[in-house]
């Protein structure tokens, strides 16, 4: 395959960082981040080699979900700003080599929303239906509430209408009647918004919850008979509209339930899903310092065809969910990452961001970055997890981990001129607080974290197999080594990775290979492993030691 062609599936080998508006950087200093703030922050993005922005909830909201709880799919926040200042953010990032995607929320609306408004007013409303009704007492749903700590069933009741409505998520967020030809007929026209503006599709918010129709009459049913055929819908709408546009999903759940969010064989339906499996075995690995849980969950995860792709991640904005391992094993990540009741949240998760988990150990966390950068797939980062930001678990629930960005060690971590008191919420402050963890400082300092992220990013952009590979974990005895190889047209990698503080040396067969190919470090600069006839080879890893390895011979092309 040609590098051109590549390009043209962007996303298989984008490098994605997810920033809240919120919360980036804040240009007018009224506390709040803005657009324009982050337009001025593009360079720097740039700089460390993002490919695409997902941009959390900007949308007008009653924020009583940190914006996902929208009043107006076709506005903005005027906190951050207007719509033009939204294009002038899009059109720089393109100008700088960025695509952008935004959040797309459509499983519920605020109840702020003036459909919900309308809705409730009276059940013979003509936006009645765009909501979830029931007339009799709904039956005990405690168990399936998202948020444990502040609901105790999925249905409300409506003193005004005397009927109860769904909500899957907080009371204040009704869900939409997915089965109502006009509620998808206004959220592709919401896709459609956004489109015409520039950006390059979605991050879908809860996908399974917005294709679920339990609770809704037996009759309505019959107008929706196939929540996928919508999904598919939706994608080829993108597809039709921008010719490379994506829908990014958020489905945590088991591999092989994601594999029908992804489609048929051609991959007709979400383009890229999270690996929430991966995610999750990555942590009981690292706990256990046992590569295994990981490689289980790598050798099971599905395929994906050329039209669909894995998104990895280490943190995202919500708790660190540990929900699909087993009791046992989430108290193990518990007791090695978040022992203090205070760090967890709903008895599944963890509020706490990698750093602060790792205990700030320079060598693992950049073993763990390393790692995330060698899985095959399109590496998502949240902001502030390139310098190494904490969390601060002052701050209620899941927003601990969405404290401001930390550009300096100027007053609010040089994130907005304002009295402390007016930002979003506080500042992390103690070891990982901006007077040690800031991007200036790292900025300059050739051997900090930020430019380790960078370093990982250049070589996974220069390396295409990794988004692209076939992928296979080598046979190697140490239980806490993860050996793997990807390979795709005519380009190898090997990835080694130490999840334990002893070093070792770990002995390789590489199938096809003679000595006349050698293994060049892409990440350090040391000699070059020599392979032998046999296709043997050894890799000395230090403690927590990683390891990029490009295939190389003396006739190659490649730089490295
Ligand atoms: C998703 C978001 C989360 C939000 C929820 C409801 O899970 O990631 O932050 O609270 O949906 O919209």
Redesign the pocket.
Known sequence: MRISETSDVWWKTAVIYCLDVETFMDWNDDGVGDFQGAAERLDYLAELGVTCLWL?PFYPTADR??G??ITDYYGVDPRFGTAGDFVELVHTARDRGMRVIV?L?V??TSDRHPWFKASRSSTTSPYRDFYVWRDDEPPDTTKEV??PDQETSIWEYDEKSAQWYLH???RC?PDLNITNPQVRDEIVKVLGYWLELGISGFRV??VP?MLQTDGVDAAELERFPDPHEYLRSLRSFVGRRTGDGILLG?V?LPHKDQKTFFGGRDGDELTMQFDFIGMQNTYLALARQDARPLVRALQKRPATSRQSQWATFLR???ELTLDKLSDAERQEVFAAFGPDPAMQLYGRGLRRRLPTMLEGDPRRIRMAYSLMFSLPGTPVLFYGEEIGMGENLDVEG?LAVRTPMQWSDQPNGGFSGARSSRLPRPMVDGAFGPEHVNVAQQRTDPSSLLEFIALLIRRYRESPELGWADFKVLDQPHRHVLAHESAWDDRRIVAVHNLSPESCIVPLHLEGCDRSAHLIDLLQSTQDTSIDDAGRCEVALDGYGYRWLRLGSHTSKRLA
């Open positions: 959390m979900d940190d996902y709880d959040d929320v499983n519920h998202v948020f899957r998520f907080y967020q918010d809860a919850f958020e945590n995202n904005h919500d899941r």
